[in-house]
């Protein structure tokens, strides 16, 4: 059972809250979604029915509650006077109305309604009832003998309200999945997300393209942990956690969309760190509310920002520190910082937080593992309490393993600040427990949409070194469990040094059905793939090759295909050899952030070459990246996590490429993880190495110079000859380095 509890926590009729909890408690082990005031098709929430059920046993059911003591049914039985002089529409007719729509909405799909015949391909049971809580059951009935017009559906009073059960739930059906799946689809409005295509005849799938194009025909569904949080408004906290490509913008935009629809009196801020997902985000808001509402949102109370922002460009630090008279600070004053965007919220709160205004009735974060502290405590700051109520309307939603330090789960207590007697002003227990309507206040979308499945296998083995001596894995059963992963053994919540854990992801939790269809036609193109390469300019010459061929050969769009350089600190000369080689191909290319806008991706007719910091938010059918040989030569872990990072981007086909010494050692770890697919196997290492290893990488941003330094000193035999006569000196750091090299 689902509940899609809307704003019902504002609901005071009694028998409305105390038939909801009936249904909830009767009927919990049916496939059963039971929705207050939604769907509501695109009309206003007074003409949607109160609940709404949708049944795999028992069909459709509208439920809708009379909260007015009605005194009179006009002679048309159109108008109903629950006063002296003030009337009501009718509820019998409104009811009526609302079942056309619906049968309209179901009727305008192909897979549920047959056009020829004039019938539905199932059989639909559509049931209503008419539940008057300020009547008694003799008061309705003799108004309805008075009336020329007769009510057409079914009723009950306030006196026999208990027998709802047995006017819907009666004659039992069986509708199949594959019209229950498009049926959510169209009641949730997530339907205006498919991809649409033209019918095709039937061929063999030949060509990349043929094979993308036919796993993103199916019906765009959102699962029931989805729907529960983009149908739902919280009247407080809220935290959503899941891996990359879980859906989370999407159902952030239909949640942002159905506030403003639901509450358009509300300011609501939409806030993410990428500034390449501006248009996203407009285009999927804007999409949901016009299906639901048949108007454009008002982007005056629906603010879409970009955390930063600029002299040019809006942004939330740059709105806030002009709102409260200050000059922002630029990337230029802040550029030595760490954390630059720490630095310039930071000094919001150091000395401006008393200035801060509360802005914002409700605030949606997108990207939160981007975000620093100091941001999450001026958003406190910057949004005001729900209505009666001292809990404040933020959502926050980030990748999980975004970072190899976001391992560990980010908890209220550490984002949101203190308040003045140093007491967290969103404490950890915020998060537990539900809100009125069961809705969760904290949630984990398990389910990878985006990723086939082995090639998040071999991100997440990669990430966390799972086949080399240098492993940092997780460390509890929950943390893997929420990343999609069934624990085999041991059986036990943390693992300690020595333990054999065997982990096994679904293919339940990976959505992409890319890797089926593959395997169906016995087609061995493999999904991920690593190519070494003698050099580097070999490399940069086969991924030119390599786009020429799935460009004009399997006809990939070229928006379709993005390229990562690992290598960062040289990826400016390495995109202009590629841009080069392309160019003389015919294929245009673009840069974002080197020549090209930050903005600028998936531009048509354009192969986008990026950074892994750049790439995050975004997605293509084809990932090539570069300089994956990197990886080995880094000692801080971060280019695991920049890695991670490109491979996820893919939703189809990933090329590593690689060059030089490391070739045969990327290979062995990549190969190992494929040979245990799709499983992980490894030896769980001690918690001193792993400790040790987070601390690297959580130290300053100035690592990887240190890291260089200490290779000039090993490299170099006067400093080498140096440092063994320092370490000499220093018999307990000898020891304690013989004693971490044994346990590795």
């Known amino acids: 059972m689902e509940f899609i509890a809307g704003n019902i926590e504002n609901e005071r009729d009694e028998i409305l809250l105390n038939i909801w909890g009936d249904i909830s408690s009767k009927l919990s082990e049916y496939d059963l979604i039971i929705g207050y005031k939604t769907p509501s098709l695109g009309r206003e929430l007074d003409e949607t029915p109160s609940i709404i059920i949708r049944s795999k046993e028992y069909g459709i059911i509208l439920l809708d509650f009379v909260n007015y003591y009605i005194k009179e049914f006009d002679e048309d039985n159109e108008y109903w006077r629950f006063s002296d002089d003030e009337f009501i529409f009718s509820k019998d007719l409104s009811i009526d109305l609302f079942e056309k729509e619906l049968i309209n909405k179901l009727k305008d799909d192909r897979l549920l309604y047959n056009l020829r015949k004039g019938e539905f391909n199932f059989d639909l049971q559509i049931k209503k009832l008419l539940i008057f809580s300020q009547n008694s ?56 997300y ?38 739902q408004i919280p009247n407080g906290p809220q935290r959503i956690r899941g891996l990359a490509g879980t859906g989370k913008t ?44 048949g108007k454009m949102p008002d982007f005056n109370k629906l603010n879409i920002l970009h955390a930063w922002g600029g002299s040019n460009k809006p942004g939330l630090y740059y709105n806030t520190a002009k709102g409260i008279g200050i000059q922002p600070l630029n990337f230029m004053n802040v550029r030595k910082s760490p954390d630059p965007l720490d630095a ?19 605030v949606l974060i997108d990207e939160a593992q ?119 053994s041991p059986d036990k919540q943390v693992f300690n040094e020595g333990d054999n854990v065997i982990l096994e992801r679904p293919e339940a939790n990976s959505k992409n059905n890319l890797e089926i269809l593959l395997q169906e036609r016995n087609n061995e193109n493999k999904l991920i793939q690593f190519i070494p390469t003698h050099d580097l300019m ?18 990939v769009e070229p928006e379709e295909i993005l390229v990562i350089d690992i290598d960062t600190k040289n990826s400016k000369s390495n995109f202009e050899i590629i841009r080069h080689k392309l160019d003389y191909k015919n294929i245009k290319c673009i840069t974002p952030g080197f020549i090209e806008s930050n903005d600028s991706f998936k531009v048509p007719g354009f192969v986008t070459l990026t950074t892994p ?16 040989n990197k990886v080995l030569d880094d000692n801080t872990f971060r280019l695991r996590n920049s890695m991670f990072v490109s491979i996820t981007r893919s939703r189809g086909w990933c090329y590593i490429y690689s060059s030089g010494e490391n070739n045969s050692k990327l290979k062995t770890e990549i190969n190992k993880i494929l040979n245990d697919y799709p499983k992980f196997e490894f030896v769980f290492p001690s918690i001193d190495s792993i400790k040790r290893r987070y601390s690297i990488l959580t130290s300053s941003k100035n690592l990887e110079k240190f890291d260089s330094q200490i290779d000039e000193i090993l490299k170099n035999e006067d400093l080498n000859a140096l440092l063994i006569e320092k370490l000499l000196k220093d018999p307990e750091f000898l020891n304690k380095l013989r004693e971490n090299r044994d346990k590795e």
């Open 344 to 362: 310039i919220f930071n000094d919001l709160i150091k000395n401006h937080k008393d200035k801060i205004q509360q802005s914002y009735d409700m």
């Open 370 to 488: 981007d975000f620093p502290a100091s941001f999450f405590e001026t958003i406190f700051y910057l949004t005001k309490e729900s209505s009666g109520s001292s809990l404040k309307r933020i959502i926050w939603a980030y990748d999980e393993f975004q970072s190899l330090t976001d391992i560990k789960i980010k908890e209220p207590k550490d984002l949101f600040g203190v308040n003045e007697k140093g007491l967290p002003n969103i404490p950890n227990d915020t998060l537990e427990g539900m809100y009125k309507g069961n809705i969760k206040k904290d949630f984990v979308l398990p389910n990878s949409y985006r990723n086939p499945r082995i090639t998040l296998m071999v991100a997440h083995g990669l990430a966390l070194g799972l086949y080399t001596n240098t492993k940092v894995p997780m460390m509890y059963k929950n943390d893997w469990e929420a990343r999609g992963y069934n624990l085999i």
């Open 538 to 555: 070999i490399q940069l010459d086969n991924v030119a090759c390599k786009i020429e061929n799935i460009v004009k050969e399997h006809n």
């Open 194 to 231: 498919e991809k649409k295509h033209r019918k095709k005849i039937e061929t063999e799938l030949k060509t990349m393209n043929d094979y993308i194009k036919k796993s993103l025909s199916n019906t765009f569904k959102l699962d029931s942990t989805q729907r529960q949080i983009a149908l």
């Open 137 to 192: 059951m003799l008061e309705i009935n003799k108004l309805n003998d008075e009336a020329d017009i007769k009510l057409s559906n079914d009723y009950i009073g306030n006196d026999n309200w208990e027998k709802y059960f047995d006017n819907v739930f009666t004659r039992k059906t069986l509708i199949e999945s594959q019209y229950i799946d498009k049926i959510d689809s169209i009641l949730d409005g997530s339907n205006i």
């Open 613 to 628: 910091f750049r790439a995050k938010g975004n997605e293509t059918n084809i990932v090539l990246i570069i300089n994956g």
């Open 250 to 293: 999407i159902i952030l935009c239909m949640k942002a969309a159905l506030a403003h629809k639901f509450h358009p009196q509300l300011q609501i801020l939409f806030v993410f760190n990428t500034q390449s997902m501006y248009a996203q985000v407009e285009e999927l808001i804007t999409r949901y509310y016009f299906n639901e509402t």
